[in-house]
């Protein structure tokens, strides 16, 4: 195909590719490192009017969906051009005001059985600051934070309190961390603050019951399915294949991988995989006649995905993962970068978790 200009990009050609059974676009730009850089540093409204302009320009087939820029090889920019919006199902209640920010009540048990009461914004401040960052994306945080008031709504319903080191959820009060940013700690949370306030009594549902909060940094490309949380299911996210958490290597002494499994050297020797999920990570590994599932592997030796390949030598087991995380639900780096793109939290939502409504109290 002949070199084609959109607006000030040179793309020297397009074509599609399966991803999970669906065409995805991809542009190859020109291989000049001056327009690679400029096209990287450009506003992303106005990358994404230009792509959607192309395509019209030249009768692509192509109303919505990711589109992944290529240069030299290297996807250097994706933008998501969706442009169906996600409506908020309205839930009608005489009592709205009581699933408010200022008004919802947490209670948050400790480990002696006291319990501390908060309002809902608060504990949402301490759960994001806690668990994830002061300084991600406002769509992204209004993503989590969305996940988060769906889980606390949940908790609160079923057994009346959270454990303040919940699975999902660890808390830790908002004065440890005033006292960490002591000169601007309202400059730090003012983000998160608005993300809460914008989508006050919003939440995520799946048949009509509360969903809960998975969460992880970076997959391996996919997120995972779980056959026993029907909303779980694998999901495009190469974004994440980007991440600097993506590949790591952790090499362990042979005698500190025995201690940490509570194996012998010929029970490490015997290693056979019995099964992987559908991303391709570890569900069940068997070391001998001892079976360990792959959360529990992964656990034991402290590594940071399911995701692995396993070299054993002499004296060495060096363990190279693929993702930083548990594969599930929602990908903090995907959804960075779909909110770099011009996303909104309910079409990152949609997108990690496509068989769920999102509902508002009004």
């Known amino acids: 195909m002949d070199k084609i200009f959109l607006g000030d990009y040179m793309f020297y050609r397009y074509d599609f590719r399966k991803i999970n059974n669906k065409d995805t676009l991809y542009l190859y730009l020109s291989s000049s490192t001056e327009e690679a850089n400029e096209f990287k540093n450009d506003n992303d409204e106005n990358i994404e009017n230009k792509i959607k302009r192309f395509?019209?320009?030249?009768?692509?087939n192509y109303d919505e969906?990711?589109?992944?820029?290529?240069?030299?090889?290297?996807?250097?920019?994706?933008?998501?051009?969706?442009?169906?919006?996600?409506?908020?199902?309205?839930?009608?209640?005489?009592?709205?005001?009581?699933?408010s920010n200022n008004e919802f009540i947490v209670n948050v048990r400790f480990s002696n059985n006291n319990v501390k009461r908060?309002?809902?914004?608060?504990?949402?401040?301490?759960?994001?600051?806690?668990?994830?960052?002061?300084?991600?994306?406002?769509?992204?945080?209004?993503?989590?934070?969305?996940?988060?008031?769906?889980?606390?709504?949940?908790?609160?319903?079923?057994?009346g309190f959270i454990n303040n080191n919940d699975e999902?959820?660890?808390?830790?009060?908002?004065?440890?961390?005033?006292?960490?940013?002591?000169?601007?700690?309202?400059?730090?949370i003012n983000n998160i603050e608005q993300a809460i306030d914008e989508t006050d009594t919003t939440f995520i549902t799946y048949n009509n019951l509360y969903i809960k909060p998975y969460i992880h940094n970076t997959n391996n490309g996919t997120t995972d399915s779980l056959p026993s949380v029907g909303y779980l299911q694998k999901v495009n996210s190469l974004w994440d294949l980007a991440s600097p958490l993506y590949l790591s290597i952790t090499k362990y002494k042979v005698e500190e991988v025995l201690n940490m499994l509570s194996i012998d050297k010929d029970e490490l020797n015997?290693?056979?995989?019995?099964?992987?999920?559908?991303?391709?990570?570890?569900?069940?590994i068997k070391l001998g006649k001892k079976v360990?599932?792959?959360?529990?592997?992964?656990n034991k030796l402290h590594l940071p995905s399911k995701d692995m390949t396993i070299l054993i030598d002499e004296d060495i087991v060096t363990f190279i993962n693929r993702g930083y995380g548990n594969n599930l639900g929602l990908s903090l780096e995907g959804g960075k970068t779909l909110s770099k793109s011009g996303c909104n939290y309910l079409q990152i939502l949609n997108y990690y978790f496509p068989k769920c409504r999102i509902k508002k109290y009004i």
């Open 292 to 298: 360990f599932t792959g959360e529990s592997f992964m």
């Open 168 to 188: 999902f959820i660890e808390y830790k009060s908002i004065s440890y961390f005033k006292l960490l940013w002591f000169y601007n700690f309202n400059h730090l």
């Open 65 to 99: 969906g990711p589109v992944y820029i290529i240069s030299n090889g290297i996807i250097i920019k994706s933008v998501d051009i969706k442009n169906k919006d996600v409506e908020i199902k309205e839930i009608k209640n005489k009592k709205t005001n009581i699933y």
């Open 270 to 284: 015997n290693l056979s995989i019995l099964s992987l999920t559908e991303a391709g990570c570890i569900d069940r």
């Open 55 to 60: 395509i019209k320009q030249n009768n692509i």
């Open 118 to 159: 908060i309002t809902l914004k608060n504990y949402l401040i301490s759960a994001v600051l806690t668990n994830i960052s002061y300084d991600c994306d406002k769509e992204l945080l209004k993503s989590i934070i969305v996940l988060y008031r769906t889980y606390i709504y949940e908790k609160m319903a079923k057994d």
